[in-house]
């Protein structure tokens, strides 16, 4: 792998300054060979310096995917730290047939699929009810992937959300629960508590706030509550009827959960049937990762493009910029789905990494980002490659004028990062203007664009719950194809722990109790927030 990666590296020293323009000049069919669909989607990666050498080398680099991919799908221990399948694929493959360590998992999947569903339309339809009467407001209390998966959905296809109101509360700052409590009715409200392991800080202080807040108007709390977890002997010890808990197994990661009981407040927000959409966009991109060759492989092109720009180019962000606002929170999403599984810095056998991992991820939706952060990325000095999200068209029929001006500012975008503007084209414009002599330089020089920045566009053709479902597969096989690539374990997060940890023990301080063991730093501020919030 090292070899190939210094090959790439040889092979991008060797562009020189190469333009991307370049590129296109010199292969007119460039726009459709440098693309890749698949079932709708369109991946165009022809504005990068991506040429067809480099391409041939990072499809070597691709070479170890299909034996690990096999290993993923057929529910081998791959999460090698935590000595764990990997197999939220089979919560979106409800026909097929997967099993550990000798057992078939599916039927147990199928039953809480179809528990889930019974209660989601029970909720949906009036027939389970508060004690107030029908349910008017669930409010579902997680934090990273037991939040951040289906908050990003439920403001993804709000056209479909027909159910009850949907809110979301994650932070430990009771702020947070406060504003997502104010206004709502406890006789009226189901509140589910989605953690995995349920024990996360945040959520189960969360919980037993809204817990307390719903004692203080019903006889019977514990009954307008659901669980979602791995851990059901602690749901039970909380207090919530097994009726009521929907379970998965520890092989379904967290940042990986929003295709099972994760998903339930996703579900009662747009129903059973939707949400199944959900799952069959996400289970034709699993079949489409699993057959395609890897050459036209959505999730493989990608994740290649990726290291491209990460590992062999050297660029250390990558921006995520959905032009399609009702995606507001997939850039969040993603930080997590991406950070969290390949932010490491030792390969699976604990040696150190020879490469650069995983890039930040940011973002925001277009056209908003281009008000706020394009400024640095056309004219700043780091490249930051860009990731652009476009449909073909919008929700609203009658808005479609609106729709062309968002797709003309996406691809305006794409289109401006790469050509660029250079210092006789700056001039031009401000000899137009009038200007001369050394004001005419200067002011020009503010107006160059360097350009030959890369980006991709993924274009598809409305946003509806199957394309989100494909969507998100698609980016979850990206980020294991980039983590086989780089030897990582992209599922464990052993680096959320220390933080956790000393969490704990700065407690106490904050109490002004004994705590040894802190740095002076840690003591004055811990001092100052005593003093200043006395
Ligand atoms: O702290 C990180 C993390 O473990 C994530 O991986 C996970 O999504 C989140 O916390 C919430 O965990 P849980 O679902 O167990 O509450």
């Not at 989605?194 to 706030?209: G, L, Q, Y």
């Not at 000095?381 to 449909?391: G, K, S």
């Not at 000393?502 to 705590?515: C, H, M, T």
């Amino acid at each position: 792998m090292t070899t190939i990666f210094s090959a790439l590296i040889q092979h991008r020293q060797a562009q020189g300054d190469l333009h991307i323009l370049d590129l296109f000049a010199a292969d007119p069919d460039r726009a459709t060979t440098f693309s890749t669909s698949a079932d709708g989607l369109v991946l165009d990666w022809s504005k990068t310096a991506i040429d067809a050498g480099a391409r041939d080398l990072l499809l070597d680099l691709a070479a170890p995917v299909a034996a690990r991919r096999e290993a993923m799908f057929t529910g081998q221990r791959i999460n090698e730290t935590e000595d764990r399948a990997v197999l939220h694929t089979a919560l979106r493959n409800l026909q097929g047939s997967v099993t550990v360590d000798g057992q078939d998992v599916m039927p147990a999947i199928r039953a809480t699929h179809a528990r889930m569903s019974d209660f989601a339309r029970a909720v949906r339809d009036g027939s389970f009810t508060g004690q107030g009467g029908r349910i008017t407001d669930v409010v579902n209390i997680g934090i990273g992937g037991s939040d951040l998966g289906p908050a990003m959905a439920t403001r993804a296809l709000s056209p479909w959300h027909d159910g009850p109101r949907v809110h979301f509360v994650s932070n430990v700052d009771g702020a947070d629960i406060a504003d997502a409590l104010a206004g709502l009715d406890p006789a009226t409200t189901l509140v589910i508590v989605a953690s995995k392991t349920f024990t996360t800080i945040e959520t189960m202080t969360n919980a037993e706030t809204a817990r307390a807040w719903m004692a203080q108007a019903v006889s019977d709390p514990a009954a307008q509550f659901a669980a979602l977890s791995s851990a059901t002997d602690r749901t039970g010890a909380w207090g919530i009827d097994p009726a009521r808990v929907f379970g998965f197994e520890d092989w379904v990661g967290g940042r990986y959960s929003m295709w099972g009981p994760i998903g339930l407040s996703l579900m009662i927000a747009i129903g059973p049937e939707a949400f199944d959409d959900f799952l069959s966009g996400a289970a034709a991109m699993d079949q489409h990762f699993q057959t395609a060759p890897l050459a036209d492989n959505l999730p493989v092109i990608l994740a290649l493009v990726g290291l491209w720009h990460n590992q062999v180019c050297g660029y250390g962000s990558r921006a995520v910029l959905p032009y399609d606002n009702r995606l507001a929170r997939l850039p969040a999403y993603l930080q997590q789905l991406e950070m969290e599984s390949n932010g490491k810095r030792v390969a699976m056998d604990g040696s150190d990494l020879p490469f650069a991992s995983g890039p930040v991820i940011w973002g925001e939706p277009g056209t908003n980002g281009q008000h706020a952060f394009y400024q640095l990325i056309h004219q700043g000095t780091q490249v930051i490659p860009c990731e652009f999200m476009l449909a073909a068209r919008g929700h609203e029929p009658e808005l479609a004028h609106q729709h062309l001006l968002l797709a003309a500012n996406c691809l305006a975008q794409s289109e401006a990062l790469m050509r660029g503007r250079s210092l006789d084209e700056a001039r031009d414009l401000m000899r137009a203007k009038g200007l001369t002599g050394a004001e005419l330089e200067r002011q020009s020089r503010h107006r160059v664009f360097p350009g030959n920045r890369p980006s991709t566009t993924l274009l598809y053709r409305e946003l509806t719950p199957r394309t989100l479902g494909q969507i998100v597969a698609l980016y979850e096989h990206r980020v294991f194809v980039e983590g086989v690539i780089l030897g990582i374990n992209s599922f464990d997060q052993w680096g959320v722990e220390l933080g956790k940890e000393l969490a704990l023990k700065v407690a106490p301080l904050l109490e002004d109790q004994p705590a040894p063991g802190h740095d002076p730093s840690t003591e004055r501020l811990a001092a100052l927030v005593r003093q200043l919030g006395a």
